[in-house]
C-alpha cells in the first residue's frame, strides 16, 4: 500500500473529528449571545473557513481511497478553488484574531469601545480580497500536468506556488510573533497586578488555534463558558449549570480597586 493510500485512510477520521468540532463552534455561536463578542465571532468565523477546508479535504481523501486523486491541474483546480479561498480567509483571520487580542490586553479600556462590526467586516473584506489574486492566476495559469492528489499545493503551479508562499509564510510568523508578545504583556500584567496564574496559562491555548479543527477542542477544554455549552448542546450537562452570564477577569492594583480586562473569557 502506498502511503498516499495510508494517509489517504488515516485522513477521514481526522477530519471528522474537525468537522464535528467546527460545526458545534459555529453552532454555538449562533444560539448563544454571550459568545457573540468580537473574539467569540471571529473564533466562528475560522471555524467557518477550516469547516469549508475539511469538506474539501474530505473530497481529497475519498479520491485517493477511490483511486481517483490522479488528475491533470486544469482539472483540479476548478473543483477546490473555494478551499483556497477558504483557507487564505482563514489565515487573514487567526492574523486578525491575534492582533485583537494584542490590542485588549495592551489597552483594555480603548478595546472596549472599539467597533466590533468594522472590525470583523473589515476581517472579511481584507481575506477576500487577499486570497482572490491567487484563486483568479490560480484559473489563467492552470496547466494540463498530472497532479496527485489534487490539494491545495499542487492545484498551483509552481510560480503560483512561491508567490503564494511568501505572504503566507509572513502571517505565520506574524501570527506566531503577535502571540508571543501578547502572552509576555500578560505576563508583565501578573508581576505588576494580582492576576491568577490560571487566567494567564490559559492564554497559551492561542498558539494552538493556528492549527484548524482544533478549536473546539481547545475550547471544550480550557474555556467555562464553551464547555458549559458544548454539554448542554451534547446533553451532558445538567441545563441548571450551564453558564448564562459573562466570565470577567478582576485585575487589582494600588490605583484602582478593580479594572475589569476587556473581553476576557477567551481561553480560560
Known amino acids: 500500500m502506498r502511503s ?24 454555538v455561536t449562533w444560539r448563544h449571545k454571550q459568545l457573540q463578542h468580537r473574539n467569540g465571532i471571529l473564533v466562528a468565523i475560522i471555524a467557518c473557513m477550516d469547516f469549508i477546508s475539511e469538506l474539501h479535504e474530505m473530497k481529497d481523501a475519498i479520491e485517493i481511497n477511490s483511486g481517483l486523486s490522479l488528475m491533470r491541474r486544469e482539472t483540479c483546480f476548478p473543483t477546490i478553488f473555494l478551499y483556497s479561498y477558504s483557507f487564505n480567509m ?4 487567526i492574523l486578525s484574531l491575534a492582533i485583537d487580542r494584542l490590542l485588549a490586553v495592551l489597552s483594555p479600556v480603548r478595546y472596549r469601545t472599539m467597533q466590533s462590526k468594522r472590525y470583523i467586516y473589515s476581517t472579511i473584506i481584507i481575506g477576500f480580497i487577499y486570497s482572490t489574486p491567487f484563486v483568479v492566476l490560480g484559473f489563467f495559469l492552470a496547466d494540463d500536468e498530472l497532479v496527485e492528489p489534487c490539494n491545495l499545493p499542487l492545484a498551483y503551479t509552481e510560480p503560483l506556488m512561491k508567490a503564494w508562499n511568501y505572504p503566507y509564510v509572513t502571517i505565520a510568523f506574524l501570527i506566531i510573533i503577535l502571540n508571543i508578545v501578547s502572552y509576555f504583556v500578560m505576563q508583565s500584567a501578573v508581576r505588576k497586578q494580582d492576576m491568577s496564574k490560571a487566567s494567564v ?39 441548571k449549570n450551564v453558564v448564562g452570564a459573562t466570565q470577567i477577569t478582576d485585575i487589582r492594583t494600588k490605583t484602582y480597586k478593580s479594572e475589569k480586562v476587556a473581553n476576557p473569557h477567551m481561553y480560560k
Open 4 to 27: 498516499l493510500e495510508v494517509a489517504g485512510i488515516l485522513m477521514i477520521p481526522l477530519l471528522i473529528c474537525g468537522m464535528f468540532g467546527n460545526l458545534q463552534l459555529m453552532i
Open 90 to 93: 482563514a489565515c487573514v483571520a
Open 201 to 239: 496559562s490559559s492564554f497559551t491555548c492561542l498558539l494552538v488555534i493556528i492549527n484548524y479543527g482544533s478549536n473546539y477542542y481547545v475550547l471544550f477544554w480550557r474555556n467555562r463558558d464553551y464547555r458549559s455549552i458544548f454539554l448542554n448542546q451534547l446533553n451532558l450537562h445538567n441545563k
